[in-house]
């Protein structure tokens, strides 16, 4: 399974696997370093592990702390901006079953790519990718100067790196990279909410490994629709009820006030009982 034919034009909306379980095209995110990571996933939100890092700021001696001391200082803002996107959103949403493992076995890597020179920025990719080839997890590339307004511009030069350079390098069999960026829509999506769960606060590049993903797609026996549908029915849920700017506030990762917090607690609590929508 790769990407290959899934971002063109825009990104398609077939369901296929990624790093975040955040809309309908990309269904399932997953960083499995080891298939013990598969012992505790639900797509109903568990038992509210995550709500620790759904409401917490950025705790002493985390992951975050390791991987804020591995960035320059002009750079950590952008870092520790992502880390929260990911912690609050991804994680503490449980909108990928998988990422709280790897996250907090210090096995996911952060790092930011300045500057608009896109031979540089795929070079520095397709280096990241070539060594994390040999090491379990997964790498997060943020380029916060590569298109950051225009979305489609990033998706061109994402088109190079997936069609041209991997292949070119002979790893596209062995590595996957799946982009998010702040203006990111499905094709054909419109303005639904589920181009909000795929925008993060920087256009990135997400490095995922073959191996991992293949044990992550075993996992849901092949059906990688179960997130994404699980995943729509909280999105919508908060949007009834918070309306669409809060609930985009939310999918940043931005710190929530109480009366917030408990909304977002009870509409956990509600996709967990509910289950999945009907068909």
């Known amino acids: 399974m790769t990407w290959q034919g899934i971002v063109k034009s825009r990104v398609s909306r077939r369901p296929r696997l990624s790093f975040f379980p955040l809309g309908r095209a990309i269904v399932l995110a997953t960083t499995i370093p080891y298939a013990d990571a598969l012992m505790n996933w639900s797509i109903f939100s568990g038992s509210f592990e995550q709500s620790k890092l759904l409401f917490s700021s950025l705790p002493e001696g985390s992951p975050t702390e390791s991987i804020l001391q591995n960035s320059l200082q002009e750079d950590k803002p952008i870092v520790r901006q992502t880390i929260n996107w990911l912690q609050r959103s991804v994680i503490g949403l449980n909108l990928c079953p998988f990422a709280e493992k790897p996250f907090i076995q210090k096995r996911v890597s952060i790092e930011v790519i300045r500057g608009t020179d896109q031979v540089e920025i795929l070079?520095?990719?397709?280096?990241?990718?070539?060594?994390?080839?040999?090491?379990?997890?997964?790498?997060?590339?943020?380029?916060?100067?590569?298109?950051?307004?225009?979305?489609?511009?990033?998706?061109?030069?994402?088109?190079?790196?997936?069609?041209?350079?991997?292949?070119?390098?002979?790893?596209?069999?062995?590595?996957?990279?799946?982009?998010?960026?702040?203006?990111?829509?499905?094709?054909?999506?419109?303005?639904?909410?589920?181009?909000?769960?795929?925008?993060?606060?920087?256009?990135?590049?997400?490095?995922?490994?073959?191996?991992?993903?293949?044990?992550?797609?075993?996992?849901?026996?092949?059906?990688?629709?179960?997130?994404?549908?699980?995943?729509?029915?909280?999105?919508?849920?908060?949007?009834?009820?918070?309306?669409?700017?809060?609930?985009?506030?939310?999918?940043?990762?931005?710190?929530?006030?109480?009366?917030?917090?408990?909304?977002?607690?009870?509409?956990?609590?509600?996709?967990?009982?509910?289950?999945?929508?009907?068909?």
């Open 123 to 279: 070079a520095r990719v397709l280096t990241e990718c070539l060594d994390r080839r040999k090491r379990p997890g997964t790498s997060l590339l943020i380029c916060p100067e590569l298109f950051p307004s225009n979305f489609l511009s990033f998706l061109e030069v994402y088109n190079m790196l997936q069609d041209g350079v991997l292949v070119d390098n002979g790893i596209d069999r062995d590595i996957q990279v799946a982009p998010f960026h702040p203006y990111f829509e499905f094709d054909g999506s419109g303005d639904n909410v589920d181009n909000y769960t795929n925008r993060s606060p920087f256009p990135i590049f997400h490095i995922l490994r073959e191996e991992e993903v293949s044990v992550a797609v075993d996992a849901l026996q092949g059906d990688a629709e179960k997130v994404w549908k699980r995943n729509i029915q909280l999105l919508e849920a908060l949007e009834d009820e918070l309306g669409r700017d809060r609930t985009e506030q939310i999918l940043k990762g931005t710190e929530q006030d109480a009366a917030s917090r408990t909304a977002i607690e009870r509409i956990l609590e509600k996709v967990k009982k509910d289950g999945l929508p009907s068909q």
